[in-house]
C-alpha cells in the first residue's frame, strides 16, 4: 500500500513549476511533441514529477506517434484511475496512488501484450536512469 502525500494549494504551487501544476494539479494538458522525456531511451524509471512515486520501467516506453510518452504497462500500485466525461466520449484518466497528480489517460490501442497506452505527460515525469546508464 502506498502511504498517501497531502499537501495544501500553496505547497503544492511552490513545488511545482507553473506547466506541472497544471498538469498534476488541475488534470491540464502539455503540447504534444512538447516533452524532451519523448525521446528518452536509456534504461531507469519515470516517477511522479510531484512526489517521486515510481511509475514506469523503460522497457514499458514505446513511440506511440502521439507526441506524448507512451507506455503499454505501469508499475504496480502506481496509479488509480477513474472515468472522465470531459470530452466527446468517456475516457479512462489516471492519477498518481501517492500523491494524486493527473498524468493522462489510458487508451486500449496500445502494443502487444496488454494493448493499452497509457499517454502521459512529459512535464508531469521525472526520469530516474538507471546507475550507469549515462546521460543524454
Known amino acids: 500500500m502506498t502511504e498517501p502525500i497531502e499537501r495544501s494549494d500553496a505547497e503544492w504551487r511552490a513545488l511545482l513549476s507553473e506547466q506541472q501544476y497544471d498538469v498534476l494539479r488541475h488534470e491540464g494538458t502539455e503540447r504534444p511533441f512538447s516533452s524532451p522525456l519523448n525521446d ?3 534504461p531507469g524509471t519515470f516517477v511522479c514529477a510531484g512526489c517521486g512515486h515510481p511509475l ?3 522497457q514499458m516506453k514505446y513511440d506511440s506517434g502521439t507526441g506524448w510518452p507512451s507506455f503499454f504497462e505501469t508499475l504496480p500500485g502506481a496509479f488509480e484511475t477513474r ?3 470531459r470530452l466527446f466520449m468517456p475516457r479512462i484518466e489516471y492519477h498518481c496512488a501517492r500523491c494524486g497528480g493527473h498524468h493522462g489517460h489510458v487508451f486500449g490501442d496500445g502494443p502487444a501484450p496488454t494493448g493499452k497506452r ?3 505527460n512529459g512535464v508531469a515525469l521525472t526520469f530516474v536512469p538507471d546507475e ?3 546521460t543524454a
Open 56 to 58: 514506469f520501467r523503460s
Open 132 to 134: 550507469g546508464a549515462g
Open 83 to 85: 472515468r472522465d466525461f
Open 40 to 42: 528518452e531511451k536509456r
Open 118 to 120: 497509457y499517454c502521459n
